[in-house]
């Protein structure tokens, strides 16, 4: 079974320019997260679908970042105009349906901001 | 919200020697517990799961132990070498819904 796989696995950006992340999840898992892990602290969720439905964005940034799941496979996480405070690592996870089941993570996209 | 705090932030231990990293959470309605550990530029690796109905479970050289009571959970390396030489952390994901809130993180050192 293939893993959760994300691209790019790196981008440095200047301040106010735009960039968009990218994630296939496994096959047949429904639910896709987003998270947000800055240097030296855990991950932080950003977004999360059921689906194509967003089940949560509560805390995303909704003035600069946007997220999609259209077909509710792959997804897009964008930022718009970047600052240096989003330099982070940013984590995919998807989850299979099932109260036993535990999210499993992409290898990350790691974002510099100048 | 959940709040999660982890301890220690950092550990070292011998080759061979037991690591014990201690999550604490605040929500008794937490239902699904986690354990992940990442490699230096890496993504999150899981290592085990179990639900609140779960006390105790042991697999490959790990140990998860849940006390509810105290809103406590626990994960045990026994005999580390220095392949377990990582960031550890502790996730929880309450009874509704399936968001998963992270601990601050374990830096583990295994010297051989």
């Known amino acids: 079974e293939a893993g959760v796989t994300q691209s790019p696995r790196y981008a440095v950006l200047q301040e106010g320019q735009a960039v968009s992340f990218w994630c296939d999840p496994i096959?047949?898992?429904?639910?896709l997260y987003w998270y947000q892990q800055p240097r030296d602290q855990g991950p932080q969720l950003l977004v999360y679908?059921?689906?194509?439905?967003?089940?949560?964005n509560s805390q995303l940034p909704s003035d600069r970042f946007s997220a999609v799941r259209p077909k509710g496979t792959n997804s897009t996480l964008k930022i718009q105009s970047a600052k240096q405070g989003d330099t982070a690592t940013y984590l995919c996870?998807?989850?299979?349906?099932?109260?036993?089941?535990?999210?499993?993570f992409g290898e990350g996209t790691r974002l510099s901001v100048l | 919200g959940e709040q999660v705090e982890q301890r220690p932030p950092h550990l070292s231990v011998r080759e061979g020697d037991s690591a014990i990293i201690i999550c604490t959470y605040t929500d008794s309605a937490t239902a699904y517990f986690s354990w992940y550990k990442q490699e230096a530029g890496a993504g999150l690796q899981l290592l085990m799961s179990v639900l609140s109905n779960v006390d105790r479970k042991e697999e490959q050289g790990l140990t998860v132990l849940l006390n509810k009571k105290d809103k406590r959970l626990s994960l045990n390396l026994t005999a580390a070498h220095p392949g377990d030489s990582a960031v550890y952390f502790c996730?929880?994901?309450?009874?509704?819904?399936?968001?998963?809130?992270f601990g601050t993180g374990t830096s583990l050192l295994v010297d051989p």
């Open positions: 679908f059921r689906d194509e439905a967003v089940i949560d």
């Open positions: 096959s047949g898992h429904d639910t």
């Open positions: 996870a998807s989850r299979r349906q099932g109260r036993d089941q535990a999210p499993l």
């Open positions: 996730a929880v994901r309450g009874n509704m819904g399936y968001k998963l809130t």
